[in-house]
């Protein structure tokens, strides 16, 4: 089991940046795979941006340029840095996790509860 606990989550203004944050811990190592996924009011949950348990990364169209993933193997950790935030980017972001890389797809089998990002116009 892997348990995945987010944060860094909040309420900024358009324009603004976050960094998210994601701790895993359990039967874990720095060869999983992990990604940001979210899902806004009425929405369906997407894929954001992802990372291969070798380093390959995956962003979805509306967030290239803006957002940047990456992790620390030595604290199990995941970063989502958010710069340029939009009013469309508010939801809620979810981390994953999976022994499998599925790109911007969502079969990874580990989920956390989520941090809510809220952007102002």
């Known amino acids: 089991q892997v348990q995945l606990v987010e944060s860094g989550g909040g309420s900024v203004q358009a324009g603004g940046s976050l960094r998210l944050s994601c701790a895993a811990s359990g039967n874990t190592n720095s060869r999983i795979s992990m990604g940001w996924f979210r899902q806004a009011p009425g929405k369906e949950r997407e894929g954001v941006a992802t990372?291969?348990?070798?380093?390959?990364?995956a962003y979805a169209d509306s967030v290239k340029g803006r957002f940047t993933i990456s992790r620390d193997s030595v604290k199990n950790t995941l970063y989502l840095q958010m710069n340029g935030l939009k009013p469309e980017d508010t939801a809620m972001y979810y981390c994953a996790a999976d022994w499998w890389w599925y790109g911007l797809g969502s079969g990874y089998q580990y989920w956390g509860q989520g941090t809510q990002v809220t952007v102002s116009s």
């Open positions: 990372i291969g348990g070798f380093g390959s990364t």
